[in-house]
């Protein structure tokens, strides 16, 4: 049996074959080496600690007790495709949860919701509904990471970058998002002869971890109905608010929205709210026949696990254990995860953060800990703190326009996070 | 909040966002149909009893209590992304699977075996891999209806049929495969301006059942070999084996294959072996360096969930179990509902079918069923068929270049099938 290597690599594959491989970025290359050397205290206590991956490690006993309650499964989740079973009920619960926790003000029905295995699958889906090859979404800076793989590996939309500052804006808060902002964004983009299709807005958002006002979303909203774009609200961590008095405002809430049925998209998923980034259950809220018809038309290659979507639809609709139980442990753990990590920010001279309410890490300001103003000096301390043992995400991984500033993320075992603490002092201290 | 809806459909959607709605197959209009009322003895006695889709609906209570047995989850299939953990654990299950049920004479490591949400998936994503827009696939007639969609809905790859005949060939079978038959459907192919890129093998068959001899499948092999295309060989069927001594014979078990690695691939998935369409685990068993990075690239958008990951990378090594337990009890019961089905088919004087010993399905002859051999024809007794309460799936679905011929599955609760044949004997008698 003859399995010899082709000498030239790749030959063999297709054009867009070999466009697949794109080179790993610098998140991507630290999630590799956070994953070949995990950090265990006992069975690997030099390894890196994680503090990079936007996960959420403080829920699973909570999760484990209910889904061993909830139990797994019936016959139509496992022995027949589900893309009209399982994946049905998990729209119509999504729907019914979004009613409530994102106070729709028009009433989100099972078929206005598309679910697919991950927000991630459904963001690059949604790309290429809306957006032939080369034309382009909107995106403030910095950015949710995985934006980038999702419009760029297989949909091939080009990002078009809305640079906030961290000057303080108008509002007294850095990376402030402004309309004057997304209109130089927009026309930049139109001068590299680029055409804009949309406009994706995070919130609360990732990495910067606020939330946008009403007053802001309907200034975003009537910037895209002004020039014919579609808004797409990314509102994966809707729930996952721990600052006390603090509340998502979902663009689904907003009775003044200008935009018609075509234009309007809001994306939802479990993976932060639920602590459940591997179950993979994302959806998109739309009331656009053609856009809902085009992503289900999708589905077959979308679908994700019966057993997950049996297990997530009886929880998305179990509103006494979401309120009781959940959600309260949830938001206790993380306020209190968050204020162990400012204090230890607090300690640090040299660095300084945005405070935040909500998701699962901070975002960082270590310029003055540069030699230099330069995503090269930006590397260099991603570097030396990946050799003391912790990641930390580099902010050009988020297209930050500045260089210095890194994502910490809190939301796992505290011990960790004192051990990486500890770590990240020593870094800071050479 | 205006909601408006664009009087010009679609309008707002990319190019490509339009060109993935096609319009529905006869096989998927049934599906359809099925779905909004499908039989139930009880609940809903008059509706449409589901011949047609290819899932083993008589399993369940076996896997439920092997399930309920293994446990759900841990932490790591949870709340962390899974493509470097889960789903890594499902290739090393799987690949240990394939080397003792496929009896693979060269080692497949985990690395080896690139595991997505479903092999729809994984053929999906390997026909981009291995071909650009518009470039063909060579696959016989009669087909897996899904490789239609699976090719043409994101990918536009071509289907470049190779039509079998239902006259016995040499070997004293129907819809015999041969070399010639290859090269005639590449010449064909060719003369059409088509770049054929590879061979799609299936065998087990579906919708034929047959399988093919070592003999014939290097035939194959050396016809690709001979022509630099790639073969694929589709064996999600393997284990689904109820002859009396009748065995499978997978691609990898063979010794001579004469391709080098970028050019030999196998499918496998657990949807039909362990009764569990909808539970979403295909992968591609490859030692194409090329090949299986460029499909890891696209992992993010095809993860399957960790639920998933965690139960069957469970079952896959459970030997014991699947000797014991699972393998004698489905072959058990496929065979009896088989030989029940053929009792009844030898009773119908107008309607023969093909001998099997392998899947969930028989490949029905409604030939002189027909008023005129015509696809209108056929098309008019699948009508007749759904009126009266009964779906399979007509040939033309499958491409069989001959109008008549049905697939029968008969993986379902015997008194559905009973049910099933007293309405298709009202069919044929009127």
Redesign the interface.
């Known amino acids: 049996?003859?399995?010899?290597?082709?000498g030239n690599?790749?030959?063999?594959?297709?054009?867009?074959?070999?466009s697949?491989?794109?080179p790993k970025n610098v998140i991507e290359q630290a999630?590799?080496e956070c994953?070949k050397n995990g950090y265990d205290p006992k069975k690997n206590p030099t390894g890196i600690i994680n503090l990079g991956?936007s996960?959420?490690?403080v829920?699973?006993d909570v999760?484990?007790d209910k889904?061993?309650e909830t139990g797994?499964?019936d016959?139509?989740?496992?022995?027949?495709?589900?893309y009209?079973?399982?994946m049905d009920d998990t729209s119509h619960a999504m729907a019914a949860f979004l009613m409530k926790y994102a106070g729709s003000?028009?009433p989100i029905k099972r078929e206005n919701v598309v679910v697919m295995?991950?927000l991630?699958?459904i963001v690059?889906c949604l790309a290429?509904?809306?957006?032939?090859?080369g034309?382009g979404i909107l995106i403030p800076t910095p950015l949710y990471a995985?934006f980038i793989?999702?419009l760029n590996?297989?949909a091939n939309v080009s990002i078009c970058p809305v640079h906030l500052s961290s000057e303080k804006g108008t509002d007294g808060t850095a990376f402030q998002l402004t309309v004057a902002l997304l209109e130089k964004g927009l026309s930049e983009a139109q001068e590299k002869g680029v055409k804009v299709?949309g406009l994706f807005i995070t919130t609360p958002h990732n990495p910067l971890g606020c939330i946008y006002t009403k007053k802001e979303l309907l200034s975003f909203m009537e910037f895209c109905k002004r020039h014919g774009l579609?808004f797409v609200s990314d509102e994966i961590y809707l729930t996952t608010i721990f600052g006390a008095g603090k509340q998502a405002v979902s663009a689904l809430s907003?009775?003044?929205?200008?935009?018609?049925?075509?234009?309007?998209h809001v994306l939802y998923g479990i993976s932060k709210d639920f602590?459940?980034?591997?179950?993979?259950i994302g959806g998109l809220v739309s009331?656009?026949?053609?856009?809902v018809?085009?992503m289900n038309?999708?589905l077959?290659?979308?679908?994700?696990?019966?057993?997950?979507c049996y297990?997530f639809s009886k929880l998305l609709l179990d509103e006494k254990w979401l309120e009781e139980v959940f959600f309260p442990t949830n938001r206790r753990r993380l306020l209190e995860l968050y204020e162990y990590t400012a204090q230890f920010l607090d300690t640090i001279e040299s660095v300084s953060y945005i405070p935040t309410a909500t998701g699962l890490y901070v975002w960082c300001d270590f310029r003055k800990v540069l030699d230099e103003p330069t995503f090269e000096a930006e590397s260099e301390l991603n570097r030396r703190m990946m050799k003391a043992g912790v990641a930390l995400n580099p902010g050009g991984g988020f297209w930050c326009k500045e260089p210095g500033w890194f994502r910490l993320v809190f939301a796992t075992h505290k011990e960790y996070l004192k051990e990486a603490f500890d770590r990240l002092r020593g870094v800071l201290s050479t």
Chains 1, 2 share one sequence.
């Open positions: 049996m003859e399995h010899q290597q082709a690599e790749g030959a063999t594959l297709s054009q867009r074959g070999r697949f491989i794109k999630f590799d994953s991956v996960a959420n490690g829920m699973f999760l484990k889904i061993t797994f499964f016959s139509c989740t496992i022995d027949h495709f589900n009209f079973g399982g003000v028009k295995n991950g991630t699958t690059h290429q509904v809306i957006c032939d090859e034309e995985g793989s999702d590996v297989q299709r579609h907003i009775e003044e929205n200008p935009l018609d049925d075509d234009h309007f602590a459940a980034n591997g179950v993979r009331w656009s026949d053609s856009v018809k085009s038309s999708l077959t290659f979308n679908q994700t696990s019966g057993l997950a297990v």
